[in-house]
């Protein structure tokens, strides 16, 4: 029993050092062999921009709830005029960053894991070794690239958006909501805010592409990967989520 205790530590770890150096390498990759502009803009529309309309609507209906739990909650202590500050934070430092990032390891994530994996098994991932081009040059930079530049922009969007929500469903004043909402946008906030969507970004593309490339034979390996690729992003979001949280907020203070 602790043989095979043991055994399933030591290719946990081994797995995680795998995943390390092959992060490592694809942001080496990423500014040493920068990948052709056209692949860029592929990805650009295939992970980012068709995604935004879940994503729109994601950032709606969650403002729209959070705002409808805070005023109740903010109403009893005769603080409801402050709800657009409240809102504003909590989308700027945790909701948006978060909310974005989950969905696009869901969508975007399985989509990659599901790509590169049926690449692997078809071998055609080999042929574009034997044609002497880098697969994480053709394969995984452009992604990475993409992730690293939607992810944030996206996140501004639904940053947008979630108040937006909020404002629509909340009672107060407009000239209120948005002179309160707009106190949120000072820097201990918005550094985090806008860290946090890099950190997402990257932890996608590599987990992903990761996966992908490393997916077992048949179809059922393809599934296997691409189910791992959103369980384990979103996982790694979480405790990233944490780490930026907890440095930001010891640079910074509240």
Known sequence: MFSTLWGDVRKSLE????????????????????????????????????SLVILIATGLFVGMAITLILEAEMDIYGAKVYIGRMLAVATVRELAPVFTALMLAGRVGARIASELGSMRVTQQIDSIEGLGQDPMQKLVAPRLLALLIMVPALTMVVNLITLLGGFLVSSVSPGTFWFEARKAFVPRHLVGGLLKPFVFGYIIATVSCFLGMRAAQGVRGVGEASARAVVNSSVLVFLANYIVGFIVLKIFGV
């Open 15 to 50: 797995k995680i050092g795998d995943y390390g150096m092959f992060s490592a390498r694809a942001l080496q990759t990423l500014f040493q062999q920068p990948p052709k502009y056209r692949d860029i803009i592929d990805q650009l529309d295939s992970l980012g921009v068709q």
